[in-house]
């Protein structure tokens, strides 16, 4: 069972639909659930107060487990390098290439440590992906 660690856009949904998210996330992953100190930023950057507790309590649990991911200085540089040949290659603009930029450092901080990125934005993490081999899938729930 690989470690795995879920994209914002699975903790939005679950928040969204109701449910609770360290419920639902250890439902989902396979192996230990880690969790992205960019992701736990957007969390913190969008939460609704009704949901402050759930993002305060599972990281909490997270981070006494140490299993938070925090992006290192080569996470960074190598984020900027496959932003620039993604933007290359799809022509994406600078205000394209920042939108990515935190997907960016999931995937290789995931990377790094050999960890599945479960997401429903498929597209982009695809797409990163192609210039840097890491683990994802779709979430499905």
Request: glycine share 4%.
């Amino acid at each position: 069972m690989p470690p795995a660690l879920f994209d914002s856009s699975v903790y939005i949904s679950a928040l969204r639909q109701g449910r609770n998210t360290t419920i639902s996330a250890r439902r989902i992953a396979d192996g230990p659930l880690w969790l992205s100190a960019v992701v736990l930023g957007e969390l913190y950057a969008g939460v609704q107060d009704r949901d402050l507790i759930t993002i305060e309590r599972m990281e909490r649990d997270l981070h006494s487990a140490r299993r938070i991911l925090t992006p290192t200085f080569n996470d960074w540089t190598m984020a900027g390098r496959v932003l620039a040949r993604l933007a290359a290659k799809y022509d994406y603009e600078k205000i394209g290439r920042a939108r990515l930029t935190n997907d960016a450092l999931i995937a290789m901080g995931a990377a790094r440590l050999n960890i599945t990125v479960i997401t429903f934005n498929a597209r982009d993490f695809s797409r990163l992906a192609e210039f840097r081999s890491f683990q994802w899938q779709e979430a499905a729930f």
